[in-house]
């Protein structure tokens, strides 16, 4: 059974577990804005925390929903290979990874029209 599980959930675990924890954190960040806000007021901490952890929802959501793609369609095909699954489950990781340290879609300086 561990090998059938292993087989159908690496394509999209690595990215899908990866996603979920980050999600988890943003919601920690927010409860800890409320709990504990420091010298601002709890309206001023929580407005923050949404304007920083709301910059990396734009990243979560699209990863989430394609890994329930590959989760749907490569996962339980039995017509792809275990290699091709953990070369699709890597390379996605792979492409998390460059957005969320900003080396795919960074914002570069000069880019915002000035001149």
Do not use: N
């Amino acid at each position: 059974m561990d090998g059938r599980l292993f087989q159908f959930v690496v394509a999209h675990g690595i990215v899908e577990l990866s996603v979920i924890c980050l999600a988890g954190a943003a919601g920690m960040q927010l409860g800890e804005a409320l709990i504990r806000p420091g010298p601002r007021t709890r309206v001023a901490a929580f407005q923050e925390v949404v304007a920083e952890t709301g910059k990396l929802l734009f990243v979560i959501v699209p990863f989430l929903v394609g890994a329930g793609i590959i989760e749907g369609f490569i996962s339980p095909d039995p017509r792809f290979p275990l290699l091709s699954r953990v070369v699709v489950g890597v390379c996605y990781g792979i492409l998390l990874w460059l957005v969320l340290t900003g080396k795919i879609w960074r914002k570069r300086p000069g880019s915002d029209g000035e001149v």
